[in-house]
């Protein structure tokens, strides 16, 4: 909607987003061409953008990143993120196959359950967030249950973390859980509309 829109907002945040891994510093003619934007607008942008220390200019007159994206970033609780992005998928893991869901995440020598979704069913492996365990091989998270079986499937980044189902022996079709976890997992790596790929 038009009314929800503040084109010098918009702008500003155009030049930020200008600025990645690949292009930290640039100069004033570089971040017009990031941007399309005249060099007089981009001058007040950033002169906005510096007075909150948005971005920075050095001694020879290249532009960069200031301090308060950071310090803005460091605010965001990490495991909310992850619990807003990673636990739609567990509970519809759980509830499509009827097995315990979870994300498991490697801390040390140890795996620590971190997100979980369990299923209607009374028999079920009752894993709960903040249960850790030791790690048996290096390949694979999952620990010895009595009765069950779980099986992990990898996610990209660090520290290490997995999606995880788990349930009684017999009833966990490995295959299944195999091919729901990766297609799970792809998901998951792909851009959502809210989140960048980082």
């Known amino acids: 909607m038009a009314q929800d829109r503040v084109e010098a907002v918009e702008r500003a945040l155009t030049v930020l987003e200008a600025f990645d891994a690949d292009r930290p510093v640039m100069s004033l003619a570089e971040l ?13 942008l950033l002169g906005s953008l510096s007075r909150f220390d948005y971005v920075r200019r050095d001694a020879d007159g290249l532009w960069q990143l200031g301090e308060t994206p950071g310090r803005l970033a460091r605010r965001q609780d990490p495991l909310r993120l992850l619990t807003a992005r990673v636990q739609p998928v567990l509970d519809r893991l759980a509830s499509g196959l009827g097995e315990t869901a979870s994300l498991l995440e490697q801390a040390g020598g140890q795996i620590e359950c971190r997100l979980v979704a369990l299923p209607a069913s009374a028999l079920r492996h009752d894993l709960r967030p903040g249960a850790t365990w030791q790690t048996i091989t290096r390949d694979s998270p999952c620990p010895t249950i009595a ?3 779980m099986v992990a499937h ?3 980044g660090s520290p290490p973390r997995w999606l995880a189902l788990s349930g009684p022996e017999g009833r ?11 297609d ?6 792909a851009p959502s509309a809210e989140e960048p790929v980082k």
Not at 172 to 182: K, P, S, W
Not at 184 to 189: D, V
């Open 32 to 44: 017009a061409n990031a941007t399309g934007f005249y060099k007089s607008t981009l001058l007040r």
């Open 172 to 182: 966990l079709v490995l295959a299944d859980a195999t091919r729901a976890l990766a």
């Open 184 to 189: 799970a997992s792809a998901g998951l790596e």
């Open 154 to 156: 990898p996610l990209p």
């Open 147 to 149: 009765g069950g079986v």
